[in-house]
């Protein structure tokens, strides 16, 4: 299986602490996309970097790319109990034609 | 932003009957839609790539004559559970890949399906 995986599991934190997830994965890739999802929900996209990028930001939300590590992480800073949610990486494999595998995921809890 | 809408969000069927789940883009056209499935607290799985006017392909280990695929318009996509069984109870989602081609994918809201 080409399945990414994420750590940790599950994150509990304090609002305003910052949170960050990692994910691993396995063959080349074309970019790594992080997605957001509420419980029983659909996915939301959150951010994309393509391999040749190291590092993207988009608001309170920073993502980094080690291809040498095969690696990713995902940052949120300033957290907000709106944040509770299941974050997952998603990978586009070299080759895989547009399919994105999604990392086992982590849900991160943010307490008042 | 571009909106995929997925009905119905929750079915409940007795076994043996078949289900039809649609997924919509309502604000582009779609040349291509994803169909996953979700257990609870798991990560999503790919079942099948769904292709405008082609045949869908399918996973690995994905039955084709259990979970049809019609995409029949550039804009619509089904997933029909043929024969429902209580173990293919799960929350399924659609995507789908915007015409420019960013890689970015939308998602539908999830079809929560319980077989009876």
């Known amino acids: 299986s080409q399945q990414g995986e994420e750590d940790p599991q599950a994150l509990s934190i304090q609002e305003g602490e910052n949170a960050t997830m990692n994910c691993s994965y396995k063959t080349s890739i074309n970019n790594l996309q992080w997605y957001r999802q509420n419980s029983g929900r659909g996915l939301v996209h959150l951010i994309l970097i393509r391999s040749n990028e190291r590092e993207k930001h988009s608001g309170r939300l920073r993502v980094t790319l080690d291809t040498s590590k095969k690696s990713s992480s995902l940052l949120i800073t300033a957290s907000r109990a709106a944040d509770t949610a299941s974050y997952f990486c998603a990978t586009e494999y070299t080759g895989g034609g547009n399919k994105l595998t999604f990392g086992t995921g982590t849900q991160l809890k943010v307490e008042l | 932003g571009a909106v995929v809408s997925q009905h119905p969000s929750r079915v409940i069927c007795k076994s043996g009957t078949s289900v039809k789940i649609e997924c919509r883009s309502l604000?582009?056209?779609?040349?291509?839609m994803f169909w996953y499935r979700q257990f609870p607290k798991q990560s999503l799985m790919l079942m099948a790539t769904?292709?405008?006017?082609?045949?869908?392909?399918?996973e690995q280990g994905v039955e084709k004559d259990k979970f049809l695929i019609n995409h029949a318009s550039l804009t619509l996509s089904t997933l029909t559970v043929t024969s429902a069984h209580p173990e293919d109870s799960s929350f399924y989602i659609c995507?789908?890949?915007?015409?420019?081609?960013?890689?970015?994918?939308?998602f539908g809201e999830g079809s929560r399906l319980t077989v009876l």
């Open positions: 995507s789908a890949q915007g015409t420019e081609n960013t890689g970015e994918l939308f």
């Open positions: 604000d582009f056209q779609a040349t291509t």
């Open positions: 769904s292709n405008e006017g082609s045949k869908a392909t399918y």
